[in-house]
């Protein structure tokens, strides 16, 4: 069974730092990569940051200079480094996983549940 497991939520203040972590265990074989999404209320689900196993990332407009994306692959683990944050950086964020169990022959994706970051003005 696959797990992904976030942390590093919290409410910090307008102009500050957080940063998440998340961790996929289980039986697998393979992340071909791994990403950040998040979700406000009323708003759909965007990708915030995403990287490959070879480590090239990819970023939302909004949060391009102020986010930093990162991978430890020998720990099955993503990070995103976010500073300068802003109020509209508010919203649930969730992990998610490209990669392939020991039980497969193809790639899926995995998702976690997700850590609440609330930026204050």
């Known amino acids: 069974q696959v797990q992904l497991v976030e942390s590093g939520g919290g409410l910090v203040q307008t102009g500050g730092s957080l940063r998440l972590s998340c961790a996929a265990s289980g039986s697998i074989v393979d992340i071909y990569a791994m990403g950040w999404y998040r979700q406000a209320p009323g708003k759909q689900r965007e990708l915030v940051a995403d990287?490959?196993?070879?480590?090239?990332?990819n970023y939302v407009d909004s949060v391009e200079g102020r986010f930093t994306i990162s991978r430890d692959n020998a720990e099955n683990t993503v990070y995103l480094q976010m500073n300068s944050l802003k109020p509209e950086d508010t919203a649930v964020y969730y992990c998610?996983?490209?990669?392939?169990?020991?039980?497969?022959?193809?790639?899926?994706?995995?998702w976690g549940q997700g850590t609440q970051v609330t930026v204050s003005s």
């Open positions: 998610k996983a490209d990669l392939r169990r020991d039980d497969s022959y193809f790639y899926y994706d995995y």
């Open positions: 990287i490959t196993r070879g480590g090239l990332t």
